[in-house]
């Protein structure tokens, strides 16, 4: 079915649009990805037993003739991931025209290139890079994306002009290992997490906003929330989508190691809330790499604040008129831009 003010209001909330059977427009269909079963993981108590398990896909990676290169960050989880690929090619973002707050995270991904002996490739990004690759991310999507879609399918192109064949990210570890520090911060309750959690308010800049909070509602717990059910749940499938329809885009088939896994026991929020989260990735990270300091999460670098500073807000008329955008975050402006520049394309 198809229901054009469920899907933007789904996808100012969370990102994506939530129900897989409701789409934008006739002839055009959303596809979500689908999270390996909790049963088809494998369960891992210890960082050695994460370090084993690693080891033993990258043993099957590198025989099976594939040509690996790794999206490299300056954080943990790719650093490790680097540690299992000498030889092979790495891709770390460098922001052209500013973004002086990225330079930390490029000599970090460069002396992990040094420390395993890969060969780093820098791609190179800045708006006319959006531009040029955004319109492709949405139609495949059938929906407006993430904004850091585009900016992945230049990495993974360039990459498959480099010869690569199979990408390496690793996506997937703050979610099974107890990264989001904000989101798990503390005990939430239901309104305060809600809040907390909903990416842009439909209401705050629809002029007929859909109530998407049933999906809240599922997982109430009297006035609190079981956000970490929550998260598994749902930000398992907004995330790791942008990679899945970005990467589709490209042709490039990709593999995220920490999305095999899961942890044996509960998660020890009291450790992640005083100073160590993602403890056993935070471990294997000292194992990798024990002659320089653990660095802390850094979401993946994409400049939207810099993009959208002089920008005046949306002009059509699903949208309020006059809207304030120094209300809005760099991240909130983006995803207005996009779901209108979505809407131009299949309505203009």
């Known amino acids: ?80 991931l680097a540690s299992y690929m000498p030889g092979c090619d790495a891709y770390t973002f460098r922001f052209i025209g500013g973004a002086d707050r990225f330079n930390q995270e490029l000599q970090r991904a460069e002396y992990y290139t040094q420390r395993y002996n890969l060969n780093l490739h820098y791609v190179e990004i800045d708006w006319q890079t959006v531009e040029n690759h955004l319109v492709a991310c949405m139609k495949a999507k059938g929906a407006p994306v993430h904004s850091i879609e585009p900016q992945l399918l230049q990495a993974a192109l360039q990459a498959k002009a480099d010869g690569v064949t199979k990408l390496i990210i690793g996506e997937s570890s703050d979610l099974i290992f107890g990264g989001m520090n904000q989101l ?56 790791p989508s942008s990679y899945m329809n970005a990467f589709g885009v490209a042709g490039m088939p990709y593999h995220d190691p920490y999305a095999r896994l899961i942890m044996a026991e509960p998660l020890d929020l009291e450790r992640c809330r005083n100073g160590e989260p993602k403890y056993l990735i935070r471990q294997l990270f000292a194992m990798k790499y024990p002659e320089i300091p653990i660095p802390f999460k850094v979401p993946m670098p994409r400049p939207v604040d810099e993009y959208f500073a002089t920008w005046q807000g949306p002009k059509r008329p699903e949208f309020k008129k006059n809207l304030d955008m120094s209300k809005f975050t760099g991240n909130q402006k983006w995803q207005m831009y996009c779901l209108e520049k979505f809407l131009n394309i299949y309505e203009n």
């Open 1 to 80: 079915m198809t229901d054009k003010q469920f899907c933007m209001s789904s996808y100012l909330a969370y990102r994506y649009i939530e129900r897989p059977d409701v789409d934008f427009f006739d002839g055009l269909h959303h596809e979500n990805i689908t999270p390996i079963p909790v049963e088809k993981r494998v369960k891992v108590h210890t960082t050695e037993d994460i370090d084993h398990d690693i080891q033993k896909q990258f043993d099957d990676l590198h025989a099976s003739g594939d040509k690996l290169g790794i999206m490299l960050s300056g954080g943990m989880d790719s650093a490790n």
């Open 184 to 239: 798990i911060a503390k005990d939430w309750t239901f309104e305060a997490f809600k809040n907390r959690y909903t990416f842009t308010k439909p209401e705050d800049v629809l002029e007929e906003p859909v109530d998407v909070y049933y999906l809240f509602e599922r997982y109430r717990q009297g006035d609190k929330i079981d956000f970490l059910a929550f998260m598994d749940n749902v930000y398992s499938i907004e995330s």
